[in-house]
């Protein structure tokens, strides 16, 4: 099965929300800073601060979250910063999420915002989809279904991880018109008429117009923020055929309404992201945190299903 397949199962299934999971320390549940929550296998160090202790505690942590919130959607998005920050422990850490997240029967976007030229890109795509080849064996890394990737070095940064995810069934989300409140800086200069991300926009199309599943959407997919919804409007009739990440709903102020349009008639065609509303809707301090959370993602699930 496509990789644009399985998106609209998951959606299908139980709607447009995705998850991202931003693991951050000073938000975490009081009582998994404290370590009460360490892994029996974690290392015994009594330094919070300490790299390895952290980074287990974010694991145990991300683990549960993914368990609360997998009943209410299909999609999950870790954010690599957050575990990076972390160092190598971090990694692991993140290699652990997306395993977890696998075997939960979510799809996961690794969101790393992944840019670079050939062997370089070359790489980075590996490591997301297939993994590190070494004598003759494949070694698993990120393993991820798909991964969010920065188009503006150009095609020849682009090919490589279109050309990977196409051999192992996964997908691409290539940022296109971003949520942040400076992303009008480069997106919105205007070049042959039209607006920079309109540009984009159409090699977007252009790229994933090969790889329609099914579903009729396909493996190449577009971030497109919640926080423009004029330019969602218009970008969803420019990219009919693309999955839209849509970033920006909840914390960042995009609302359901703001939303509608990235969805086509049949109701596929985008997942909304939610991060800090879903994974901390919570005070540290709250020993209700766990069904904050279920609330929260039964309340994101509710309103995006409209």
Request: negative net charge; hydrophobic residues 45%.
């Given at each position: 099965?496509?990789?644009?397949?399985?998106?609209?199962?998951a959606v299908r299934r139980k709607g447009?929300?995705?998850?991202?999971?931003?693991?951050?320390?000073?938000?975490?549940?009081?009582?998994?800073?404290?370590?009460?929550?360490?892994?029996?296998?974690?290392?015994?160090?009594?330094?919070?601060?300490?790299?390895?202790?952290?980074?287990?505690?974010?694991?145990?942590?991300?683990?549960?979250?993914?368990?609360?919130?997998?009943?209410?959607?299909?999609?999950?998005?870790?954010?690599?910063?957050?575990?990076?920050?972390?160092?190598?422990?971090?990694?692991?850490?993140?290699?652990?999420?997306?395993?977890?997240?696998?075997?939960?029967?979510?799809?996961?976007?690794?969101?790393?915002?992944?840019?670079?030229?050939?062997?370089?890109?070359?790489?980075?795509?590996?490591?997301?989809?297939?993994?590190?080849k070494i004598d003759g064996q494949t070694?698993?890394?990120?393993?991820?279904?798909?991964?969010?990737?920065?188009?503006?070095?150009?095609?020849?940064?682009?090919?490589?991880?279109?050309?990977?995810?196409?051999?192992?069934?996964?997908?691409?989300?290539?940022?296109?018109?971003?949520?942040?409140?400076?992303?009008?800086?480069?997106?919105?200069?205007?070049?042959?008429?039209?607006?920079?991300?309109?540009?984009?926009?159409?090699?977007?199309?252009?790229?994933?117009?090969?790889?329609?599943?099914?579903?009729?959407?396909?493996?190449?997919?577009?971030?497109?923020?919640?926080?423009?919804?004029?330019?969602?409007?218009?970008?969803?009739?420019?990219?009919?055929?693309?999955?839209?990440?849509?970033?920006?709903?909840?914390?960042?102020?995009?609302?359901?309404?703001?939303?509608?349009?990235?969805?086509?008639?049949?109701?596929?065609?985008?997942?909304?992201?939610?991060?800090?509303?879903?994974?901390?809707?919570?005070?540290?301090?709250?020993?209700?945190?766990?069904?904050?959370?279920?609330a929260a993602a039964q309340k994101a699930?509710?309103?995006?299903?409209?």
């Amino acid at each position: 099965m496509t990789f644009s397949d399985r998106l609209a199962e998951a959606v299908r299934r139980k709607g447009p929300l995705c998850v991202g999971i931003d693991p951050r320390w000073e938000s975490l549940p009081a009582a998994y800073r404290a370590g009460r929550h360490l892994p029996a296998e974690a290392p015994e160090m009594a330094e919070l601060e300490h790299p390895l202790r952290a980074a287990a505690i974010v694991g145990g942590f991300v683990t549960r979250v993914l368990e609360l919130v997998e009943p209410y959607c299909g999609v999950v998005k870790p954010q690599a910063a957050f575990f990076e920050l972390l160092g190598p422990a971090g990694t692991a850490a993140l290699q652990g999420a997306l395993r977890d997240a696998r075997h939960l029967g979510l799809v996961s976007i690794l969101d790393a915002k992944r840019g670079d030229i050939a062997s370089t890109a070359t790489a980075y795509a590996d490591a997301a989809f297939a993994g590190c080849k070494i004598d003759g064996q494949t070694l698993p890394v990120w393993d991820a279904d798909s991964l969010t990737i920065n188009p503006y070095l150009g095609r020849d940064a682009v090919e490589p991880f279109l050309t990977a995810a196409k051999a192992a069934d996964r997908g691409t989300f290539v940022l296109v018109r971003t949520s942040n409140p400076g992303a009008g800086l480069f997106q919105d200069l205007v070049c042959d008429g039209k607006p920079l991300y309109r540009h984009v926009a159409a090699a977007v199309a252009e790229w994933n117009a090969s790889t329609l599943g099914a579903c009729g959407l396909g493996d190449v997919g577009a971030v497109v923020g919640a926080t423009h919804p004029r330019e969602l409007v218009e970008l969803r009739a420019a990219m009919p055929d693309v999955w839209l990440l849509v970033p920006g709903y909840g914390a960042q102020g995009g609302t359901a309404a703001d939303v509608r349009a990235a969805y086509r008639a049949d109701g596929l065609g985008a997942v909304v992201n939610s991060s800090r509303g879903v994974t901390f809707p919570f005070h540290p301090d709250d020993p209700d945190w766990e069904a904050k959370v279920v609330a929260a993602a039964q309340k994101a699930q509710a309103e995006l299903r409209g």
